[in-house]
C-alpha cells in the first residue's frame, strides 16, 4: 500500500466536505488551531460552554477535546461533549496536554480517556502517563523521545481499543496492532507554540473523512510535517515560519504529497 495515496484521497475528501471540527482546546491554540483548520480546508468551532456542547457535537462532523486549559466546568463539558460523540458514533480525539505534570491533570486525562476516545494524540510523555508510567515531564513538553513511548502507545491502543499518535521528532501511529512511523517535519516546529494541538485538530478532521482511522491519523501528522518542511524553506524565524506553515497546509497538493514518508513499524 502507498500510504501517500491514501494521504492525498482522504486530503481531496476533506476539502470537498470541509467537516465541521468541533474543538474544545485551550486559549493558546484557539487561533492557530483554527486557522489550520480553515487552511486544509475544515471548518473550526471553538465551543466549550456546558450549556451547548452536547447540542453542537450533534452538528459536527469530528469533536476535539484537548485538555490544555482547565477548570472543573471545562472538564465536565469535556465530559458531556465525548459522552454525546461516543454515543452518536462521532469520531473524537483526546489530547492529553501536560498529562503526568500534575495529579489533576492526569486524573482529567485518564478518565477521558475511559471514555474511549478514536484517537489519542500526546507527546510520548502524556502517552506514558496515560498508560501508567512513572515518568517526568517538563510541563506540557516531552521529557522522551517518541520511540520511547511506542510500548506504551500501543498497550494503550488495545487497552482502549483505539488508535494512538505518539508525535515527536518521528511520530509513531498505532492500533495495537499495526503501527505506522511518519518522519516529515523540522525542527522549527517545536519553536511555534499550539502545532501539537493543531495536529490534533488535523487528525480529527481526517478521522471525519476516512474511516481507517490508523491511516486518517498518519496521513493528517504527514501533511502538517511536510508543510512544516515547505514553509522552512524561506523563513526569518517562529513568526514568519508559522505564517509560511498555515499557507503551506492552503496550498498542499499532489506535488507536495510525493515527499510525504509514511512507513510500516
Wanted: hydrophobic share 50%; net charge negative.
Amino acid at each position: 500500500m502507498d500510504y501517500r495515496d491514501e494521504a492525498w484521497a482522504a486530503l481531496k475528501r476533506l476539502r470537498e466536505r470541509s467537516p465541521l471540527v468541533h474543538s474544545i482546546t485551550n486559549y493558546v491554540s484557539m487561533d492557530i488551531t483554527a486557522n489550520a483548520l480553515l487552511a486544509i480546508g475544515a471548518a473550526p468551532a471553538m465551543v466549550h460552554a456546558v450549556e451547548e456542547v452536547e447540542e453542537f457535537v450533534g452538528l459536527a462532523d469530528a469533536l476535539v477535546v484537548n485538555i490544555g486549559t482547565l477548570s472543573p466546568e471545562w472538564v465536565r463539558a469535556m465530559h458531556l461533549a465525548a459522552a454525546r460523540a461516543g454515543s452518536l458514533g462521532k469520531p473524537w480525539v483526546l489530547d492529553p496536554v501536560g498529562a503526568g505534570a500534575t495529579r489533576y491533570r492526569t486524573d482529567t486525562a485518564r478518565d477521558l480517556a475511559e471514555r474511549k476516545p478514536t484517537v489519542i494524540r500526546g507527546n510520548a510523555s502524556e502517552i506514558m502517563a496515560l498508560a501508567g508510567a512513572a515518568n517526568a515531564t517538563r510541563g506540557v513538553d516531552s521529557a522522551h523521545s517518541a520511540s520511547e513511548a511506542l510500548e506504551s502507545a500501543r498497550a494503550l491502543a488495545r487497552q482502549l481499543g483505539c488508535v494512538v499518535a505518539v508525535t515527536g521528532a518521528v511520530d509513531y501511529v498505532t492500533d495495537g496492532a499495526r503501527t505506522l512511523s511518519v518522519s516529515n517535519g523540522v525542527a522549527m516546529m517545536t519553536r511555534v507554540t499550539a502545532l501539537g494541538c493543531s495536529a490534533t485538530a488535523l487528525v480529527a478532521a481526517f478521522a471525519a473523512v476516512h474511516e481507517d482511522r490508523l491511516l486518517a491519523t498518519a496521513g493528517a501528522l504527514g501533511v502538517l510535517g511536510v508543510a512544516g518542511e515547505v514553509a522552512a524553506r524561506d523563513w526569518a524565524g517562529p513568526g514568519t515560519f508559522r505564517v509560511r506553515l498555515l499557507d503551506a497546509l492552503y496550498m498542499f497538493d499532489a506535488e507536495a504529497m510525493k515527499v510525504m514518508r509514511i512507513a510500516n513499524v
